[in-house]
C-alpha cells in the first residue's frame, strides 16, 4: 500500500525560508506519481492546490505563492519537495501532498507550517 510521508514544517519568522519533503513509499503505480502536487488548508478554509509538476517537471503555482516556492521531484527517490522562501503570515497552513489526479493516494500525516509576523 503506498503511503505519503511529509516533513519539514515548523515556525519561522515572516522572510523566512523552508524546504519540505514528500517521500512516496509502496506501490507508486497504485497512484498518479507522474501529477503531483503540494496541497496546503489553513484553518476555517478549504484545502488548495498551491504547487504541482508533472513527470517531466512541467510545474504550475497557485497566483498566492507564484515567485516564491518552488516545487521540485526527484523520481530516484520517489521524493517531492516544496522550497518555500520569502513565507508571509497567510502561507500559515497545514501542508500535504498527494496527486493533483485520478488517481489520488491516501492523505498523510501532513506537515505543519507557521509563519510568525
Known amino acids: 500500500q503506498v503511503q505519503l510521508v511529509e516533513s519539514g514544517g515548523g515556525l519561522v519568522q515572516a522572510g523566512g525560508s523552508l524546504r519540505l519533503s514528500c517521500a512516496v513509499s509502496g506501490s507508486t503505480l497504485s497512484i498518479n506519481f507522474n501529477h503531483m502536487g503540494w496541497y496546503r488548508q489553513a484553518p476555517g478554509k478549504q484545502r488548495e492546490l498551491v504547487a504541482r509538476?508533472?513527470?517531466?517537471?512541467?510545474?504550475a503555482y497557485a497566483d498566492s505563492v507564484k515567485g516564491r516556492f518552488t516545487i521540485s521531484r526527484d523520481n530516484t527517490k520517489n521524493t517531492v519537495y516544496l522550497q518555500m522562501n520569502n513565507l508571509r503570515f497567510e502561507d500559515t497552513a497545514f501542508y500535504s501532498c498527494n496527486t493533483y489526479s485520478p488517481p489520488f493516494g491516501p492523505w498523510g500525516q501532513g506537515t505543519q507550517v507557521t509563519v510568525s509576523s
Open positions: 509538476i508533472d513527470n517531466v517537471g512541467f510545474t
